[in-house]
Nanobody
Framework: VQLVESGGGLVQPGGSLRLSCAASGFTFSSSAMSWARQAPGKGLEWVSGMYSGGSTYYADSMKGRFTISRDNAKNTVYLQMGSLKPEDTAIYYC??????????WGQGTQVTVSS
């Protein structure tokens, strides 16, 4: 199993970014996927999840600003982030979700929101 995130970078407050997570080594189309983040000096925070059937879930602070989606033909899950705030600065990780637990993680991609 391999998960590779990309798309992070430096963005100004109020801006947008789209993160991608390319998956391989398992049947992506039948797998639930999730995003989590870790801000400097803080613990891991769950961001969003998406099941194979298309159901999506978000942490309260991300609702209306973040959108998770997937392209099963490309074995890729995305996180579209908008109205970004400095407190969204973190390393963002994608993970496979199995039985309610994340069993494989990517290496993460840094998102920095700053003017």
């Amino acid at each position: 199993v391999q998960l590779v995130e990309s798309g992070g970078g430096l963005v100004q407050p109020g801006g947008s970014l789209r993160l991608s997570c390319a998956a391989s080594g398992f049947t992506f189309s039948s797998s639930a996927m999730s995003w989590a983040r870790q801000a400097p000096g803080k613990g891991l925070e769950w961001v969003s999840g998406m099941y194979s059937g298309g159901s999506t879930y978000y942490a309260d602070s991300m609702k209306g600003r973040f959108t998770i989606s997937r392209d099963n033909a490309k074995n890729t899950v995305y996180l579209q982030m908008g109205s970004l705030k400095p407190e969204d600065t973190a390393i963002y990780y994608c993970a496979r979700l199995v039985g309610g637990l994340n069993d494989y993680w990517g290496q993460g991609t840094q998102v920095t929101v700053s003017s």
